[in-house]
């Protein structure tokens, strides 16, 4: 028997595989965007934030450690880093290019800031200057003080 989807039905399916694609779009690093300002390559280098597009490969030692957003959650030894489930709890990504970036800046903001003894503060989080061109500052705020409390 045939059954058609109803608008709705169609619509829900739609939205959940867009879902489906941001969240996947948001587990890649970004190539070459530290040039336009967007910092959407956004890594570690021995822990703090670097954007490695913009970092000589003869500047690194063989003792440089180096995490991408693809092996944040090993630095946990979870399936996910607290901060990427914040992300997903929170529901910040819309079209997902940027939030690697901002993932990666966050974690090393909370982890300096922590290293420091403090809570973050608001100009802390002024002092990020990853983009976001879709302008979901607001979510990945909410996101990051959700994400430092479980770090
Ligand atoms: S979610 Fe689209 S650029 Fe940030």
């Known amino acids: 028997m045939h059954r058609r989807r109803t608008r709705a039905a169609r619509r ?3 939205r959940h595989r867009r879902g489906q694609v941001r969240r996947d779009r948001a587990a890649r690093t970004r190539r070459g965007r530290a040039a336009d300002g967007a910092k959407a390559c956004t890594s570690h280098l021995n822990g703090k934030a670097v954007n490695p597009c913009a970092v000589p490969v003869g500047d690194l030692r063989p003792t440089d450690e180096v995490t991408t957003i693809e092996g944040l959650a090993d630095t946990v030894d979870e399936d996910l880093h607290p901060m990427q489930q914040a992300w997903l709890d929170h529901d910040v990504v819309q079209c997902g290019y940027c939030q690697p ?19 973050i503060t608001d100009d802390d989080l002024d002092g990020l200057r990853n983009i976001c061109r879709c302008g979901t500052y607001v979510r990945i705020r ?5 994400g430092a409390e479980q770090m």
Do not use: F, N, T, Y
């Open 101 to 119: 970036g901002q993932i990666m800046a966050a974690v090393a903001l909370v982890r300096r800031v922590a290293a420091e003894g403090r809570e």
């Open 12 to 14: 829900l399916a739609a």
């Open 142 to 146: 909410e996101a990051i003080r959700a």
